[in-house]
């Protein structure tokens, strides 16, 4: 068992989950929003890509990736101002910065969904 | 080929040095000769002061590693020309304390390394009557890699972060767990949980890679690392959600 309780291994759990979906996933929505449509490769019309949103499970998944994308830029950032910048005496507002961050988004990313 | 080559060597003699300084040293530049021999033609011709630890002069013992020209290599397998014309500076591996001109103190690993009980640990010994324990060429393959360790300490030299954290359990005692958690034949893998899963065990690799870059043997330390994040992780959701199971 491992008697030391820290919350450093689901954090890492949320950081790895969240680079993995955010390189499978932000390629493919860049390459449909920044580049295919802009230049008319397909032109979706605006009440097919409004249904595509407002069913619930592209909005389970745009949540997920959305929350997921901000802990791992939270982890990664915190590490950058521990490591990088040697910050990590203040560890702590640090941590609750990044992290406090990432909630914030995610409830944000979740108001957006819900009330498009 | 110019016929010399200068080797600047970091000197530190702790009864008059109050801290290292450079000194240079002429020596034969010779196709086969590798920075140790360098090293060795000085203590042999011009300086017998010089300090410096080898054994082996063949990639195996791990015993020479050292800092040339900023990176941590091994000094027998560190040929000059590939430096010519020179100069090549020699310095003791970083991030280890100095106790004489090239020579480091390597206590910090000889006390991390047995935390993590780097052999095969077993619940029950068969008696040796019954044979060996066998393996399979797949289950070989597992933990082959990680089992190329030679402890030369390139990668606690290269990593950035047991430089700033010298509690840091360190690469290669990670890959050396791994190497034994990976093993068919082994059951230790929960013992070396808790040191491995601990603040100072994996968790405080932030996978810069630069343990993997250096390693003179093809190991990945960062690579086991990463692995091993997982599994702990994996471990700890399995607590989190069972907590009365025995693993």
């Given at each position: 068992m491992n008697h030391r309780r820290s919350p450093e291994p689901l954090l890492w759990l949320l950081f790895s989950s969240g680079g993995m979906a955010a390189a499978l996933m932000v390629p493919i929505l860049l390459f449909l929003f920044g580049i295919a449509i802009p230049l008319d490769w397909f032109d979706p019309s605006y009440d097919h890509l409004s249904a595509v949103l407002h069913n619930w499970i592209t909005r389970l998944i745009l949540f997920g990736l959305s929350a997921l994308a901000l802990f791992h830029w939270a982890h990664r950032f915190r590490y950058t101002l521990y490591d990088g910048l040697q910050l990590k005496r203040y560890g702590t507002p640090i941590a609750a910065l990044c992290y406090g961050?990432?909630?914030a988004g995610s409830v944000i990313a979740a108001a957006l969904l819900l009330t498009i | 080929m110019a016929d010399?080559?200068?080797?600047?060597?970091?000197?530190?003699?702790?009864?008059v040095d109050s801290s290292p300084?450079?000194?240079?040293?002429?020596?034969?530049?010779r196709e086969h000769w590798a920075v140790l021999d360098g090293l060795t033609y000085i203590k042999d011709q011009l300086?017998?002061?010089?300090?410096?630890?080898?054994?082996?002069?063949?990639?195996?013992?791990?015993?020479?590693?050292m800092t040339v020209n900023g990176e941590p290599v091994l000094s027998c397998a560190t040929f000059l020309t590939d430096y010519a014309p020179g100069p090549v500076r020699v310095e003791p591996l970083?991030?280890?304390p100095v106790i004489r001109d090239l020579v480091i103190d390597i206590e910090d690993f000889m006390a991390k390394l047995p935390t993590v009980k780097p052999w095969i640990v077993r619940d029950v010994q068969s008696p040796v009557e019954q044979g060996e324990y066998l393996q399979t060429?797949?289950?070989?393959?597992e933990y082959q890699q990680y089992s190329m360790c030679i402890n030369c300490m390139l990668c606690y030299s290269a990593c950035p972060v047991y430089a700033l954290e010298?509690?840091?359990?360190?690469?290669a005692a990670i890959a050396l767990a791994q190497r034994y958690n990976l093993d068919?034949?082994?059951?230790?893998?929960?013992?070396?949980?808790?040191?491995?899963?601990s603040p100072e065990g994996i968790w405080a690799c932030t996978f810069v890679g630069e343990c993997s870059a250096a390693c003179p043997k093809g190991v990945d330390p960062a690579g086991a690392i990463q692995r091993y994040k997982l599994t702990a992780a994996t471990q700890t959701v399995k607590n989190l959600l069972m907590p009365r199971s025995k693993r």
């Open positions: 961050g990432a909630v | 010399e080559i200068t080797l600047e060597v970091a000197r530190y003699r702790p009864e300084v450079m000194q240079s040293y002429q020596v034969p530049l300086d017998g002061t010089l300090s410096f630890r080898w054994s082996c002069r063949m990639g195996i013992c791990g015993s020479c590693g970083h991030n280890f060429p797949e289950e070989l393959e010298p509690e840091f359990i360190g690469p068919s034949r082994d059951e230790g893998a929960a013992e070396r949980l808790e040191v491995l899963s």
